[in-house]
């Protein structure tokens, strides 16, 4: 059984823009990925497990993305004081979380139902 984990937000958006940075260093020096794995320990995250078998089918696929969907729901999560608000902070948190997942999985049918739902117009990764 495989696992992608999707991660989310601290409080502040400058240390989000700096935690996606470290997080995005694929390689490099050892301070980079001391980094990176500081930030890691730092940011909210959630594993998604499935069966790599399972990414065969479209019904399969289609499980995993609503999988990586809602995990990014609960790493990025609304305001309490207005849950059906979502802030610009809230969705790029969410859309930036999907996106690495999806990524990191190596799916040609969960990266086709994610390009599906980021299409304007489209009924945004649901």
Same mark, same amino acid.
């Given at each position: 059984?495989?696992? $992608?984990?999707?991660?989310?937000?601290?409080?502040?958006? !400058?240390?989000?823009?700096?935690?996606?940075?470290?997080?995005?260093?694929?390689?490099?020096?050892?301070?980079?990925?001391?980094?990176?794995?500081?930030?890691?320990?730092?940011?909210?995250?959630?594993?998604?497990?499935?069966?790599?078998?399972?990414?065969?089918?479209? &019904?399969? +696929?289609?499980? =995993?993305?609503? *999988?990586? $969907?809602?995990?990014?729901?609960? $790493?990025?999560?609304?305001?309490?004081? !207005?849950?059906?608000?979502?802030?610009?902070?809230? &969705?790029?948190? &969410?859309?930036?979380? /999907? +996106? &690495?997942? =999806?990524?990191? /999985?190596?799916?040609?049918?969960?990266?086709?139902?994610?390009?599906? !739902?980021? *299409?304007?117009?489209?009924? *945004?990764?649901?």
């Amino acid at each position: 059984m495989n696992s $992608v984990t999707t991660t989310g937000p601290l409080l502040s958006p !400058s240390k989000i823009t700096l935690l996606m940075l470290a997080c995005g260093i694929a390689g490099g020096a050892a301070i980079g990925t001391a980094s990176a794995a500081t930030a890691d320990e730092q940011v909210p995250h959630m594993a998604v497990y499935y069966n790599p078998q399972s990414l065969e089918t479209d &019904r399969g +696929a289609q499980a =995993v993305y609503h *999988k990586i $969907v809602h995990a990014a729901e609960v $790493v990025c999560p609304a305001d309490d004081s !207005s849950p059906h608000l979502m802030t610009g902070a809230v &969705r790029t948190c &969410r859309e930036e979380s /999907i +996106a &690495r997942a =999806v990524h990191d /999985i190596h799916s040609p049918k969960v990266a086709a139902l994610y390009a599906a !739902s980021s *299409k304007p117009g489209s009924s *945004k990764h649901g």
